[in-house]
């Protein structure tokens, strides 16, 4: 069955150890996401979640990712037999997409193993099924974000000395440029550098 909700963009009211209640237009919906991110996510006075949707007989349940790239790698996670959602959301609490697809391009099983509820056989069929799957950004690909990020920023009246090291450290995070300049203006807003 095909997705009905692409994303979800809407202000934080409510975050647990495990999901986030977004409202948009008098709603609360909540959003399942990698425990790392919650507090990040919480604290943004709005947020643009990528949805990933499952329907059951008794419940239907939205997963959220800040870039489609984190939404892509969720799939390819949940995709491999043993892996649930709760697990995808737990190995992209611990690693941004790029390191995934490293560890994944590599081979390395006792990384993935770090992670809690992976086994060595569970690790072993991630890699085998999903290192071909999960491709590491380029460092070309970086750099054409990077500056096109740069450029809508300066448009916007930013300074390059104030938005260089921000999207620098947020770069890794990011797919598309929409995303990289949307969480460097939160990053700009509450006055961080880094």
């Keep these: 069955m095909r997705a009905i909700i692409a994303f979800i963009e809407g202000q934080p009211v409510s975050a647990a150890s495990d999901h986030l209640v977004v409202e948009v237009g008098g709603l609360g919906f909540r959003i399942f996401v990698p425990p790392a991110k919650i507090q990040e996510l919480a604290s943004l006075p709005a947020v643009k979640l990528h949805i990933h949707m499952t329907v059951r007989e008794d419940s239907i349940t939205l997963y959220g990712f800040d870039s489609e790239a984190a939404l892509s790698a969720f799939r390819q996670l949940i995709s491999v037999s ?9 190995v992209l609490s611990v690693w941004e997409v790029s390191q995934l697809a490293q560890i994944l391009a590599s081979g390395d099983i006792k990384a993935l193993t770090t992670v809690s509820g992976i086994g060595t056989k569970t690790a072993q069929r991630i890699c085998l099924e999903l290192k071909d799957k999960l491709k590491p950004a380029s460092t ?7 500056a096109s990020a740069e450029i809508a920023l300066l ?9 260089r090291p921000v999207l620098r450290s947020l770069v890794r995070k ?3 440029v929409e995303d990289l300049v949307r969480l460097a203006l939160a990053r700009l807003a509450r006055g961080e550098k880094q």
Excluded: D, M, Q, Y
Aim: glycine share 14%.
């Design 174 to 176: 990011c797919s598309t």
């Design 155 to 163: 448009n916007l009246g930013f300074r390059t000395a104030e938005v």
């Design 140 to 146: 070309e690909e970086s750099i054409e974000l990077l």
């Design 82 to 90: 043993g892996v649930g959602p709760k697990l995808g959301l737990a």
